[in-house]
């Protein structure tokens, strides 16, 4: 009997080696790699049903089929994903622990239910009476959703089979195993194999498959890579569990825009959705305070509206120090040495901390005049006048460069009762004429007409 041949995987990017090392050439994680059996590939082997006979023909000959979308309910879930679930598509959903990613399924399956559509919620992590006492939680659910408690796949591919749900929800896909590999579950190849055989059910039976996926410490989804090239859509849920707000963004998908995102608020109900999230985070801002400007961000195709502020104190220290939550921190030190050098302040002998109310996370370079415009607020001690908007990025040059979508952030700022907005030189095409667009070119410009 020949000795099984043993090697050694890591479970952070998926390389493999005959022996074990310390840290993963390929990702640099320290003590990722895992011994597993070498199981040799089976012959003819593919993620996608391709049929014997299958030959190529002309793109023109190719019949198209109109499927119509499932719908949650859920707006937000539902435009993120283009419009609605599409049957035979695999779905990966991805978040931190405890953000909230079982209970939006969770309450999604229950809509599907009510509108009698059938859902087999499976999950590995609790037991049906747990899950049946959040779903209690969340409301009232119709006789169609069907929930089973399982880490087994090939069992429970046999019950969607008799079942035929137009739904299936796998929660989450590192408890899955596939008895066919001697490895545990939740390694790479029983996460890659177990994605896999959903993908080849989801396609040759027509049923939607909704996957959940852990992540990361550094917020990547567990498991190889493959992963997410395998799938239909990728949505990622993230948010500060210190705040109730909650942010969906389709990171890929083959069915509709990746520009959309969801604004979502955690309640003792569950997640509630939020229709309209312009002015979400300006509800305790004070009208006097130095260090606080208003800027326009975009989450998706969405403009809204945050509070950035910004205190700048002398420091004790030898080393002043620099903190930003809520923004990038290498843009924090750079728009401070562009105001040492293009306008000639002084923040050598004081601490910079800079704050994007409301926990929210920004990263496009449209803040980048408001947090600048709030830095210097707070070192001048001057306050900005209310009702003043301000965007635009800012290059190491000291000029004020373009932002995508003006016009959608100053609708739906005027419609918040915002009179005047600093923003960088460009052609404006808006549907109501507006007195305060104030257009500028360089940083000293914009701040002139800020504090004017």
């Known amino acids: 009997m020949a000795k099984p041949k043993i090697r050694f995987v890591c479970q952070s990017c998926g390389y493999v080696t005959a022996k074990w090392l310390g840290k993963c050439p390929e990702c640099g994680q320290w003590d990722s790699f895992v011994e597993e059996m070498d199981v040799p590939e089976r012959p003819g082997q593919s993620y996608l049903p391709v049929g014997e006979t299958a030959k190529p023909k002309p793109l023109h000959q190719v019949a198209e089929q109109s499927l119509s979308r499932l719908q949650t309910g859920i707006r937000e879930f539902d435009r993120v994903l283009g419009g609605g ?53 969340l409301g009232s659910s119709g006789e169609n959703l069907l929930v089973m408690t399982a880490t087994d796949l090939n069992i429970i591919l046999l019950q969607a089979q008799e079942v035929q749900p137009a739904l299936l929800v796998i929660d989450s896909i590192q408890t899955m195993y596939n008895s066919e590999l001697p490895t545990a579950a939740g390694s790479v190849g029983q996460v890659r194999e177990c994605t896999a055989k959903l ?73 509630q959705e939020i229709s309209n999230p312009a002015g979400l985070f300006l509800e305790e801002r004070s009208n006097d305070a130095s260090g606080s400007v208003v800027c326009a961000c975009l989450e998706g195709n969405r403009p809204i509206l945050v509070e950035v502020q910004a205190l700048v104190a002398k420091t004790p220290y030898g080393m002043p120090r620099r903190t930003a939550v809520g923004f990038d921190y290498n843009r924090v030190t750079m728009l401070l040495a562009i105001l040492e050098r293009r306008l000639g302040m002084d923040f050598g002998a004081y601490d910079a901390y800079v704050n994007v109310v409301g926990g929210m996370r920004v990263t496009e370079p449209a803040a980048d005049l408001a947090v600048a415009a709030a ?62 667009v104030v257009q500028v070119k360089t940083l000293e410009e914009a701040l002139d007409k800020v504090f004017a």
């Open 85 to 137: 679930i599409v049957p035979g598509s695999l779905v990966l959903l991805g978040g931190d622990p405890g953000i909230g990613k079982s209970t939006m399924l969770l309450d999604a399956g229950m809509k599907f239910s009510r509108n009698n559509i059938k859902v087999l919620y499976v999950s590995g992590e609790e037991s049906e009476a747990q899950t049946a006492m959040r779903a209690r939680r």
């Open 375 to 436: 830095l210097v607020s707070s070192y001048r001690n001057r306050p900005i006048q209310h009702g003043v908007l301000v965007m635009g990025e800012v290059g190491l040059t000291g000029e004020v460069r373009r932002i995508g979508s003006p016009e959608r952030r100053i609708k739906d700022a005027m419609n918040l009762g915002f009179k005047r907005f600093v923003l960088p030189m460009g052609k404006l095409s808006l549907d109501e004429p507006c007195n305060g």
């Open 199 to 271: 993908l080849r059910f989801a396609k040759t039976s027509g049923i939607a498959v909704l996957i959940i996926g852990h992540v990361t410490k550094d917020g990547n989804i567990a498991g190889p890579r493959l992963l997410e090239h395998m799938v239909d859509v990728v949505l990622q849920f993230e948010g500060d569990r210190s705040y109730s707000f909650r942010v969906l963004r389709a990171l890929k998908n083959r069915f509709g825009s990746t520009n959309e995102s969801g604004i979502f608020s955690m309640e003792a109900s569950g997640l």
